[in-house]
């Protein structure tokens, strides 16, 4: 049986496209910089997201370490939302290997800290405090229903870093999806940062890796980090050979599973004992409470819907996540759909 997996979109295995360009990739020792296919995805991720120079690590969640550990020194203090991914998800990797300290303000339900807000957590130059270093933005935010940061929000927080002399990052595992969702270039988008992480193995399907691109003397500190966190792989042409293909033919797709969301979505906004925290998804997440009327508890739609080959994640704190990608197509999406009226219309 073939699982319809809507726990993440970090579920996705690599197409056949990708296979084959992983077995006939050409390699040569990465921490040498010697392997053509890494240097080729560098470069390509370098010119899509509009910067000098890229660096390819195993995890978002290291592409978000080594930025922030490039940027700052031990003490210094990072600007973080409350909601974000670096803050909630990333084991405390920036204080506990970095030393670093976190400011936290309020993400807003859309995904934004307002800047005003930014601006007030800077700290003033007093011995008594942490220096503030770096703003960390996120886009989609994941935890704020995959909404997407508009260019002019990204603008208005980097005038904000600018003016303070501060840098900012952004953590943009899915910043192919905003950009679709905005239909702007990913490289306008995150024109005003300083560093941006983005994802392959997420909706673009590729099996390992994450991009941090940069300015060419960042990404020299990037990749001296990336060495330390012992992230420098070696014939990694295997796997970057699969980001290539990610970038050439998956970005463009993503489009389809907003479009999946907000059908899935307008099913469920009917259905009784349901709620959905975001009526119309932004990108590519649904994410949504059962009511007190609901016919089944969140335990009991696991497991029904894993008999019927639906894996959906345990709610938190009532809430639960699907989420669409590459091998949610539109038979998948019709079985999920049928699955969902089952049981809140029939039960
Ligand atoms: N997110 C995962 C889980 O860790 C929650 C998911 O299923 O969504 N930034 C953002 C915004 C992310 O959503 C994630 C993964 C990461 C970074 C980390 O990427 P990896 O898993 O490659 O370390």
């Not at 506990?96 to 700290?123: C, M, Q, S, Y």
């Not at 909404?147 to 870093?161: F, H, K, P």
């Not at 970038?247 to 907003?258: K, Q």
Request: one cysteine or more.
């Amino acid at each position: 049986m073939r699982w319809i997996d809507l726990r993440s979109d970090t579920v996705t295995e690599p197409t056949p496209e990708m296979r084959e360009a992983m077995a006939n990739a050409e390699v040569g020792d990465d921490v040498y910089g010697e392997d053509p296919t890494v240097n080729h995805l560098q470069e390509l991720s370098a010119k899509m997201l509009g910067k000098e120079a890229a660096l390819f690590v195993p995890s978002g969640t290291m592409g978000n370490l080594a930025a922030i550990l490039a940027h700052c020194a031990r003490g210094d203090e990072i600007i973080i939302g409350d909601r974000s991914h670096t803050y909630l998800y990333e084991a405390g990797g920036v204080s506990a290997l970095g030393g670093i300290h976190t400011f936290v303000v309020e993400n807003r339900d859309d995904g934004t800290v307002p800047p005003d807000e930014i601006e007030a957590a800077i700290r003033a130059d007093n011995d008594h405090f942490p220096i503030t270093r770096l703003i960390c933005i996120e886009n989609t935010q994941n935890r704020c229903g995959g909404s997407v940061l508009s260019i002019d929000y990204t603008q208005e927080v980097g005038r904000v870093a600018k003016e303070h002399g501060l840098c900012m990052h952004i953590d943009g595992a899915r910043i192919f999806n905003a950009a679709i969702a905005l239909g702007v270039s990913p490289a306008e988008l995150v024109a005003p940062a300083d560093s941006v992480t983005f994802c392959l193995s997420k909706s673009l399907c590729a099996p390992v890796g994450s991009i941090i691109c940069g300015d060419e003397a960042f990404i020299q500190k990037a990749h001296r980090v990336r060495k330390m966190l012992g992230g420098g792989m070696r014939q990694a042409g295997v796997l970057a050979a699969a980001g290539v293909v990610a970038l050439e033919s998956m970005v463009d797709r993503l489009r389809e599973d907003h479009f999946r969301a907000c059908r899935l979505a307008e099913t469920l906004v009917e259905l009784p004992g349901i709620s959905l925290d975001y009526e119309t998804p932004a990108t590519n997440m649904i994410f949504l409470r059962l009511d007190a009327e609901a016919p089944i508890s969140g335990e009991e739609l696991v497991r029904r819907f894993a008999d019927k080959g639906i894996k959906i994640s345990a709610s938190r704190g009532g809430q639960m996540r699907l989420v669409m990608h590459y091998w949610v197509d539109e038979g998948a999406l019709a079985q999920v759909t049928e699955a969902f009226k089952e049981l809140f219309l029939h039960a």
